[in-house]
């Protein structure tokens, strides 16, 4: 290459970075020691020399996949230490029997990353625009729609990726133009993944045909980023309108969309929960089995760790529950207790409107999540069965054998939160719930 073009080459990134930094002066670099990574944190440190508030971190993210990660971590503490750039190193712990472990060290990788990020500071990963082509390949392969083609955008609230418009071609110049040392992942060349087979064995030659192929995927990435953008502006009103504050969809006038806006709004739903898609697929299955089950069903989806179920006409989106319902917990009131599967603590509190009597002496406390029969309330007459007094509290299914149940002896007192019984009546004391998570 001749003077010029290296001199462009090396220009181009600088400048390019500094356009899309967009003035943010606090970055944390995600710095895998790779050659994309490298330059980045290369061409900050160079920009820095110039724009002296700019403040730079790095953080490298020990998977201990590869039994070289110690000498890479070594190599980004080196490096860091040459470029006076604070290191941040951490290891993440993955379960290599639980399949997919790519995705695992990924996730892994950014909720590390995101523990560290200051709330002024912007996290930089180093994505070029060839991975953005990969990216928009691997999407087409699993038959995605408009915004899983949308790729990676540019900046996505705290997170930059300012060399998202630079090829591959260009960094590796730079890199050998600066003498740069990184390494190389020995992974990188197993074409058994995915993105690596597109990599070595498609791109290249589609690149050789059409020398600005890769340009021509980002940009129709961008086309598809824009539309989800407005698809998203049009419906948000709708979508606000039929959410409740506490995040569950009203189906009621879910009933009268055109199947389009009713699965538009549904993908909103799903986004805003933050967990993966669901593919089309089984959103057509939620909407059958859920959404449309016979009124008095008691329907339920089960999607990766989280279930989806529907009470008086609003769609819920639950974690998978423990069965706790036959656990029987001792307790002897002084202490708080903790309860399974996240439930919280239980406490006495005196403050409650709904109050009990304190225990006899010969009464054992326990809590328990389960009760049968029938049951007379504190100042109503009669009794009835627990079913009917769950759905006077509109209390929903799942929340039946979740609720703690405090007995003494065989009998039940109260339904913490929900009501006392006529064997539970007095004023001593009452019981309060409080959430850990
Ligand atoms: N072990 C690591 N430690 C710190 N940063 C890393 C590490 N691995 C990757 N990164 C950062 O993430 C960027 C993208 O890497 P890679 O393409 O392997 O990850 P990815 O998880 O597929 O990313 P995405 O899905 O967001 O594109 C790298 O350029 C680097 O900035």
């Not at 899309?20 to 670099?29: E, F, I, K, P, Y």
Request: glycine share 4%; hydrophobic share 35%; net charge neutral.
């Amino acid at each position: 290459m001749n003077h010029q073009n290296q001199a462009k080459t090396k220009n181009n990134i600088e400048q390019t970075i500094l356009q899309h930094l967009n003035g943010r002066q606090s970055l944390l670099v995600a710095f895998s020691g790779g050659v994309d990574s490298t330059v980045l944190m290369h061409a900050l440190v160079t920009l820095k020399q110039q724009l002296h508030n700019l403040q730079l971190r790095a953080i490298y993210i020990h998977h201990g996949l590869s039994e070289n990660a110690d000498s890479w971590a070594e190599h980004c503490q080196q490096q860091c230490h040459i470029w006076q750039v604070p290191l941040i190193i951490e290891k993440v712990k993955l379960d290599r029997s639980a399949g997919n472990i790519e995705e695992q060290a990924r996730e892994a990788r950014y909720q590390a990353i995101y523990r560290h990020l200051k709330n002024n500071e912007f996290l930089c990963t180093a994505q070029h625009l060839d991975d953005q082509c990969e990216t928009f390949f691997l999407a087409l392969k699993r038959g995605s729609g408009p915004a899983g083609l949308s790729a990676m955008p540019l900046e996505n609230g705290q997170h930059l990726r300012p060399l998202l418009t630079i090829s591959r071609q260009e960094i590796e110049q730079y890199a050998n133009q600066h003498q740069l040392s990184w390494i190389e992942d020995e992974s990188n060349q197993d074409d058994h993944y995915d993105r690596n087979f597109l990599r070595l064995n498609v791109l290249p030659t589609l690149n050789q045909r059409w020398p600005h192929f890769s340009q021509m995927v980002a940009r129709s990435a961008e086309l598809c980023q824009q539309q989800e953008i407005l698809l998203n502006e049009l419906l948000l009103a709708d979508f606000k309108l039929i959410t409740t504050p506490e995040g569950q969809l009203c189906l009621t006038p879910l009933y009268n969309y055109s199947d389009y806006k009713r699965n538009a709004i549904l993908r909103m739903w799903f986004r805003s929960k933050q967990i993966n898609m669901p593919s089309q697929k089984q959103l057509s299955l939620i909407w059958q089995t859920v959404a449309l089950a016979k009124e008095d069903a008691n329907p339920q989806f089960i999607l990766h760790n989280w279930q989806i179920r529907r009470y008086q006409n609003q769609l819920y989106l639950l974690p998978l529950y423990q069965d706790i319902e036959r656990q029987i917990l001792p307790w002897d009131l002084n202490t708080s207790l903790t309860l399974p599967d996240n439930l919280g603590i239980l406490q006495t509190n005196y403050q409650t409107d709904l109050t009990c009597r304190l225990p006899q002496k010969e009464e054992n406390i326990s809590v328990r999540f389960h009760a049968q029969g029938q049951f007379q309330i504190v100042q109503r007459k009669g009794s009835r069965s627990i079913k009917k007094l769950w759905q006077e509290h509109h209390i929903p299914p799942w929340m039946r054998t979740r609720i703690p149940l405090i007995y003494y002896n065989e009998q039940l007192i109260t339904a913490v939160g929900v009501f006392v019984t006529e064997q539970g009546k007095g004023s001593q004391v009452g019981f309060n719930l409080s959430n850990t998570l």
